[in-house]
C-alpha cells in the first residue's frame, strides 16, 4: 500500500513549479519565432581585402565567410552544436560536463563537479565524503550508478558504492564528464541501474607542454599540481602528473571542529600512440596516497572514536582500438587496479582485473552492430579491527564474465532510430542476469528531437551485502525498577542468498534547439523497482557474541522491497549574449510508492533524496581576459529516520551560491578567486548513518588559485 | 527573503527571453562548427597561391571540394558563387575517392580516415591544398590540421606538404598558425 504521498510541496516547491510553466512558455516562443532570417546587414570587407566583392544577390546572409583568420582563431563554438553526437547517446537523458564547466565553476573536486548536472543528487557528507546518486536512493555507498573512469569501473566490490575521494585527477586533463540517467545503455554493467557516469580525460596530445597551479583558502587548505606533457617519437604524445590537496575539516551541528580534515598526493601519466591511422594505443596509470581523519559515531563498542584513514591506490589501464573503416572498428581494454584501504574499523586490500573488447560493425546499409564482452576478476582481502563490521569470509574472490549486443536500425535515415540491445552477465553471486532495452529516437528536423526507451536493469548484491556483520547501538530497554535500562545493540546481517534487484524504467525525453543560442533537454521518467534489498528484524533477541552481556535484534538484508518512482528533469543553454551564458537545471523526483513487505522496514528510502534540485549558472566574459561566473543552487529538504530511536531526523533545504572571478594577466597565466556556498554561513547537506560518522555542515569558504602554462 | 531574489533573477531571465533579439544563427561569436570550417576554408583559399598551372584560365573558378560524410549543405550554399581572388568559388561534393578530380582544396572529413592514405596519393602531385580535422593529418601527409583547442577550432599547417605540392602560404597565415610543420 503506498505510504506518504508526498503531495505537499513546501511553498517554494509550488513557486518552481510556476516559473518553470513560464520558461516552458517562453521557450516554445522562441521555438516559433521565424528561423535565421538573413535580415542582418553584413559587416563591410576588412581593408586589404580589395579582390574580396561581395554583392548582397550572392550573399544570402552567409556574412560569416567574411570573417577574417585572426577572428575564426578566437571564435568559441557553441556547444550546442558540439552535443555529442552518437545516436545511442541521443536517445538518453544525457548531460555532459565539458573541461570548461569545470573550470568557470570553480570546482576542486569531480564530486563537486557533477552538481552541475540535472538528476544527479549529491551530498557532502564531510570534507571527505560525499553521497551521491541519481533517481534516488541515495547514500554514502549508494549503489544505483556505474561509474567509469576512462573505462575502469570505480566502484568498490565489497559494497558497491564509490569512495568519491579517491576519483580524482588533475582537474584540467578531464575532458568531458558524462552523466547519463537512466539505466545506462546496454554497453555498461550491472550496476547501471540508475545511470552511468562517464569520466573522460583527455588524449596526452591536448595537454602539451607545462601546467603547474597552486592555491589555497579556508576549505582548501593548499593545493598544487603540475602536469607536463610532450612528444614521445613521431607519433606519440605523453604527460605526467602530480597533485597535492590539503582539506580542512568541517564543522558538526553545534560548530566544533569536527575532525574530518584530509590530504592527497596522486600522481599519474597517460602515453597516447598513434602507430597508423588505423590503430590508437593508450597506456595509462596513477598512484596515489591520501590520508583522512574520521570520527565515528555510534560505533560498538568504542562510542565515538576518531582515526586517521589513509587509503592507497594505484591502477594500470591500456586500449587498443582499430579501426576497419569508418563504420566497424574493435576496442580493447585490459586494466589493474589495487586499493588498499585502512578505515579503522575495516581494512580492506582489493585487486581488481579486467579485460574487455568491443566490435562495432555495420551489419546492413540500415543496422550498426555492437557487441562485445568483458571478463573481470577481483581479489579482496578484508580485517575487522574492532568488532562491529565484519566480513565473511575476510578473503574472496570473486568473477564476473559478461557481454552485450546492441542493434542501432535505422528505420528512415536521418529521422528515426531504433536500438535494441541488451547486456549478459554471469557472476558469482546471484550466476546469470540479463538486462535488455529497447530505445528509439525521432528526429523530424535539425531543432527537436524525441525520444522514448524502456528498459530493464539489474543491481547484483556485492560481497558485503551478502556476507556482512554490523553491530550498531540500538534502542534502550527498560529493565526494571532501580536499573539502569540495557543498551540493546541492532545487528545487522548480510544474506547470501540475496538476489539481484530489479529495475524496469520507462523513460521519454525531448531536446529543442530553436535557435543556435538556446536549446533545451527534457527527460521523464518512471521506475519500477523490485526485490530492493531491505531489513527485516528477526523474531526474538539473540546474544552477540563479540559483546557478551548485550543482546542484539535481528536485522537481516532480504529483497523485501518495492519502489515506484517518477520525475523529471529539464537542462537549458541560453546564450543571452555573445559574452553572456546562462545554464540552468532543475530535477524533480517523486517517490510514488515505496514499500517493504513481510514487516521490512526501508531505514531511509523515503526521503534520502530531495524532491527539487535547482542549479542556475551564469558564465560572463568581462573584457578581454576577465571570466565571472555564479553559480546558485537550491536543493530541497531531506527526512532521515533514526535507526535506533525512530525519531525523524530532518535535514533542511539550502539555497547556496558560488562565484568565480578569473583574470589572465598575461597570456600564460591566470589568477583565479573563488567563493563558495557564500549565502549561509554553513548548511547541512546530508546525514550518513552507514559505518556512522560525525554529521557536517558545509560551510561558507573561499579560495584563490594561480595556474601557469607554457 | 532569498525566495524574492530567486524571483527577480528568473524574471530577469524571462525579460532578456522576451525582450532580446533572437538573433540570426549567424551572429559574430556564435557560430557552429561546420560554419567555421566552411569560413576557415574560405580564408585559406585567400591566403594561398596556386600555380598557374592549377587554373584553365583567368576566369576559370576556384573549386572546393569535400570528401566523406558531414553536413556540407550549409557550407555548399555559402560559398557557392562567392569570390576569392578574383575567382568564383564552386563547391562539389565526393564520396569516392576515385571521383575527387578537378578541385584546388580538398576538404577530407574524419568519417575517411581509414582510407586517408589512399585519398592522399589518389590526388595529383600538383595544385590541391588538403585540408581536415582528422588527428595528426599533418604527420599523415596532409597540409592544413584543423584542431579544437578547448572550445575553439584552430589550425596547423605542414608547409613541406604544401611546398611540394606547388602551393605558396601567405606569410600571414604562418603566423596564425597553431605549429608550422615541416
New interface residues.
Given amino acids: 500500500m503506498p505510504t506518504q504521498s508526498q503531495s505537499i510541496m513546501s511553498?517554494?516547491g509550488l513557486?518552481v513549479k510556476d516559473?518553470l510553466r513560464?520558461?516552458c512558455a517562453?521557450?516554445l516562443?522562441?521555438a516559433t519565432?521565424p528561423g535565421?532570417?538573413?535580415?542582418?546587414t553584413l559587416?563591410s570587407e576588412a581593408a586589404g581585402?580589395s579582390?574580396?566583392?561581395?554583392s548582397p544577390a550572392?550573399?544570402?546572409?552567409?556574412?560569416?565567410?567574411a570573417?577574417?583568420?585572426?577572428?575564426?582563431?578566437?571564435?568559441?563554438?557553441?556547444?550546442v552544436?558540439?552535443k555529442s553526437q552518437r545516436v545511442s547517446d541521443a536517445a538518453a537523458a544525457i548531460f555532459v560536463i565539458?573541461?570548461?564547466d569545470m573550470r568557470r565553476c570553480g570546482v576542486t573536486s569531480i564530486a563537486e563537479a557533477l552538481r552541475m548536472a540535472p538528476g544527479l543528487e549529491v551530498a557532502r557528507i564531510d570534507a571527505n565524503k560525499w553521497a551521491i546518486s541519481s533517481r534516488g536512493f541515495n547514500g554514502r555507498f549508494a549503489s544505483k550508478m556505474l561509474v567509469l573512469f576512462d573505462g575502469r569501473t570505480v566502484y568498490t566490490p565489497l559494497f558497491s558504492g564509490v569512495f568519491w575521494d579517491r576519483q580524482d585527477t588533475m582537474l584540467e586533463d578531464i575532458d568531458r564528464i558524462e552523466v547519463i540517467r537512466g539505466p545506462g545503455a546496454a554497453l555498461w554493467g550491472a550496476n547501471a541501474v540508475n545511470g552511468v557516469i562517464n569520466i573522460i580525460t583527455r588524449s596526452s596530445?591536448d595537454t602539451l607542454g607545462t601546467q603547474v597551479s597552486a592555491g589555497g583558502g579556508t576549505q582548501e587548505k593548499a593545493f598544487g599540481a603540475a602536469r607536463y606533457g610532450s612528444q614521445l617519437g613521431?607519433?606519440a604524445t605523453f604527460r605526467l602528473y602530480g597533485k597535492y590537496t590539503n582539506r580542512n575539516s568541517m564543522d558538526d551541528l553545534s560548530g566544533r571542529d569536527a575532525n574530518n580534515s584530509w590530504t592527497a598526493l596522486r600522481g599519474g601519466f597517460r602515453v597516447d600512440a598513434?602507430p597508423s591511422?588505423?590503430n590508437t594505443f593508450t597506456l595509462q596509470g596513477d598512484v596515489y596516497h591520501e590520508r583522512l581523519h574520521d570520527t565515528y559515531v555510534d560505533s560498538v563498542p568504542l562510542g565515538t572514536f576518531s582515526h586517521a584513514s589513509t587509503v592507497f591506490g594505484a591502477n594500470l589501464l591500456s586500449r587498443w582500438k582499430h579501426?576497419?573503416?569508418?563504420t566497424a572498428d574493435l576496442d580493447l581494454q585490459l586494466y589493474y587496479d589495487r586499493t588498499d584501504t585502512d578505515l579503522g574499523i575495516f581494512t580492506e586490500v582489493s585487486d581488481t582485473f579486467d579485460i574487455d573488447f568491443q566490435n562495432r560493425f555495420a551489419l546492413s546499409q540500415a543496422q550498426e552492430v555492437v557487441w562485445g564482452g568483458g571478463f573481470r576478476f577481483s581479489h579482496d582481502s578484508t580485517t575487522s579491527p574492532t568488532s562491529d563490521l565484519t566480513v565473511t569470509p575476510a578473503s574472496q574472490d570473486s568473477n564476473i564474465a559478461s557481454s552485450f549486443v546492441q542493434d542501432n536500425i535505422t528505420l528512415i535515415p536521418d529521422r528515426v532510430h531504433l536500438i535494441l540491445g541488451s547486456k549478459f552477465e554471469i557472476n558469482s553471486y546471484t550466476g546469470f542476469e540479463w538486462q535488455p532495452n529497447a530505445r528509439a529516437i525521432w528526429t523530424p528536423n535539425r531543432q527537436h528531437s524525441v525520444w522514448g526507451a524502456v528498459s530493464r536493469a539489474v543491481r547484483t548484491p556485492s560481497r558485503g551485502e551478502q556476507s556482512f556483520s554490523l553491530y550498531q547501538p540500538g534502542p534502550l530497554v527498560p529493565r526494571g525498577p532501580g536499573l539502569p535500562p540495557a543498551q540493546l545493540l541492532v545487528h545487522l546481517a548480510g544474506n547470501d542468498q540475496l538476489q539481484a534487484e530489479e529495475l524496469i524504467a520507462y523513460e521519454l525525453g525531448y531536446r529543442v534547439e530553436?535557435?543556435?543560442?538556446?536549446s533545451a533537454d527534457l527527460a521523464l521518467f518512471y521506475n519500477r523497482y523490485k526485490k530492493l534489498s531491505t531489513l527485516k528484524s528477526g523474531a526474538t533477541l539473540e546474544p552477540a557474541p563479540q559483546f557478551p552481556q548485550q543482546a542484539a535484534l535481528p536485522l537481516t538484508l532480504g529483497n523485501f522491497g518495492k519502489a515506484e518512482t517518477c520525475g523529471l528533469e529539464l537542462a537549458a543553454d541560453?546564450?543571452?549574449?555573445?559574452?553572456w551564458r546562462?545554464r540552468g537545471a532543475y530535477s524533480y523526483l517523486r517517490i510514488l510508492a515505496i514499500e517493504a513487505e513481510q514487516g521490512a522496514i526501508f531505514t531511509n528510502g523515503k526521503a534520502d533524496s530531495p524532491q527539487h534540485q535547482v542549479s542556475?549558472r551564469s558564465s560572463m566574459d568581462l573584457a578581454k581576459s576577465v571570466e565571472f561566473d555564479l553559480w546558485?543552487r537550491?536543493v530541497s529538504a531531506l527526512a532521515f529516520t533514526n535507526a535506533s530511536t525512530t525519531a525523524p531526523i530532518p535535514v533542511s533545504s539550502y539555497?547556496t551560491l558560488d562565484a568565480r572571478v578569473a583574470w589572465k594577466p598575461w597570456n600564460r597565466v591566470e589568477l583565479a578567486l573563488v567563493g563558495q556556498n557564500l549565502?549561509q554561513r554553513s548548511h547541512q547537506e546530508f546525514l550518513s548513518q552507514q559505518i556512522a560518522t560525525q554529521a557536517t555542515q558545509v560551510g561558507r569558504s573561499v579560495y584563490g588559485k594561480v595556474t601557469w602554462q607554457y | 527573503m532569498i525566495i524574492k531574489i530567486v524571483a527577480y533573477i528568473m524574471l530577469i531571465l524571462a525579460a532578456l527571453f522576451l525582450g532580446a533579439p533572437l538573433p540570426c544563427r549567424a551572429e559574430v561569436g556564435q557560430l557552429s562548427e561546420n560554419q567555421l570550417k566552411a569560413a576557415y576554408l574560405f580564408n585559406f583559399a585567400k591566403f594561398v597561391e596556386w600555380p598557374a598551372s592549377a587554373f584553365a584560365g583567368a576566369g576559370a573558378p576556384l573549386v572546393i571540394g569535400f570528401i566523406g560524410k558531414g553536413p556540407y549543405a550549409e557550407a555548399h550554399d555559402a560559398l557557392t558563387g562567392r569570390i576569392a581572388k578574383g575567382r568564383k568559388v564552386q563547391v562539389r561534393q565526393f564520396s569516392r575517392v576515385e571521383e575527387v578530380a578537378g578541385c584546388h582544396i580538398l576538404f577530407i572529413a574524419t568519417s575517411e580516415r581509414g582510407r586517408l592514405k589512399e585519398i592522399l596519393r589518389a590526388l595529383p602531385a600538383t595544385g590541391v591544398l588538403t585540408v581536415s580535422d582528422i588527428g595528426h593529418f599533418c604527420n599523415s601527409g596532409g597540409m592544413i590540421a584543423l584542431v579544437n583547442r578547448g572550445e575553439r577550432v584552430q589550425f596547423e599547417v605542414h608547409i613541406g606538404n604544401a611546398e611540394r605540392a606547388g602551393l605558396k602560404l601567405s606569410s600571414q597565415m604562418l603566423k596564425l598558425a597553431l605549429a608550422v610543420l615541416d
Avoid: I
Fill in positions: 511553498p517554494f513557486w516559473a513560464l520558461v517562453l521557450a516562443c522562441a519565432w535565421s532570417a538573413g535580415a542582418e559587416p581585402e579582390e574580396v566583392s561581395v550572392e550573399t544570402g546572409g552567409a556574412d560569416f565567410l570573417l577574417g583568420l585572426e577572428d575564426l582563431m578566437n571564435m568559441t563554438v557553441t556547444s552544436s558540439r565539458t573541461q570548461d596530445g613521431e607519433d598513434d591511422v588505423q579501426s576497419y573503416s569508418d530553436p535557435t543556435s543560442t538556446l541560453y546564450k543571452a549574449l555573445p559574452w546562462l542556475l546558485l537550491y539555497l549565502l
